[in-house]
């Protein structure tokens, strides 16, 4: 158990569809990340949120809305995706004051055809 | 550009010693990490270096050169469990994490 969560576990959407990834920490953390992890490929870090603002944006598209309501909560709206984000979700939080650990959730296997 | 480099894929020989390598080229450096990953699994982190030299943490032992921008993870007396992607990231400038594409480590009996 991490003490981060994430729901689904896996995700089947055609490009049409509108779907929402959520990942849930119970670690007391004020960071929280969305990352993408494509086979064979680094992580990309998507979106970052320090105390619910969202600090970071790494150029990813709009079809990618990221919503945070509170600092234990972190959603991933997904709308018109495309086969190529086909990919491993991962969510990650941390404390921002102790920047050198991240702890991850389990991820989304999203598969979009 | 910022680049992490570590080879694709390693074998190892249960309860032997392997070497995985990292050189990394980043805009600042704030700390060079480990992650291990099994299969269908999230990443868990396994170590931090931002001085150099050696960290020794049980089986496993992590080394940093900042001067030569290099990093290595040391696994010892390797047992089956060991087998996973081994992820080497570095904290730039901005403190955000750079992450190599893993080495994916297989253990032979």
């Known amino acids: 158990e991490t003490g981060v969560t994430q729901t689904p576990r896996h995700l089947v959407m055609g490009m049409t569809n509108k779907k929402s990834l959520k990942c849930e920490q119970h670690l007391g953390h004020n960071a929280m990340y969305w990352y993408k992890q494509s086979a064979k490929k680094p992580l990309e870090l998507m979106f970052v949120?320090?105390?619910?603002?969202?600090?970071e944006n790494n150029s990813v598209p709009s079809r990618f809305s990221p919503e945070c309501p509170n600092s234990s909560h972190l959603f991933l709206h997904l709308h018109t995706l495309q086969p190529e984000d086909s990919a491993l979700y991962l969510c990650a939080s941390g404390k921002i004051e102790v920047y050198n650990e991240q702890f991850f959730g389990p991820g989304t296997r999203l598969t979009v055809l | 550009g910022q680049n992490i480099d570590q080879p694709t894929e390693m074998t190892a020989t249960e309860g032997a010693i392997v070497q995985i390598n990292c050189t990394y080229q980043t805009s600042g450096f704030n700390g060079l990490f480990w992650y291990q990953q099994h299969a269908g699994e999230a990443p868990t982190f396994l170590s931090y270096?931002?001085l150099d030299g050696l960290e020794e943490k049980g089986r496993f032992s992590s080394f940093l050169s900042r001067s030569k921008g290099y990093s290595y993870l040391l696994l010892k007396e390797l047992q089956m469990k060991d087998s996973a992607s081994y992820l080497c990231a570095v904290g730039d400038s901005n403190y955000q994490l750079i992450w190599g594409a893993g080495t994916k480590l297989i253990i032979k009996p």
């Open positions: 270096n931002v």
């Open positions: 949120y320090n105390f619910k603002e969202q600090t």
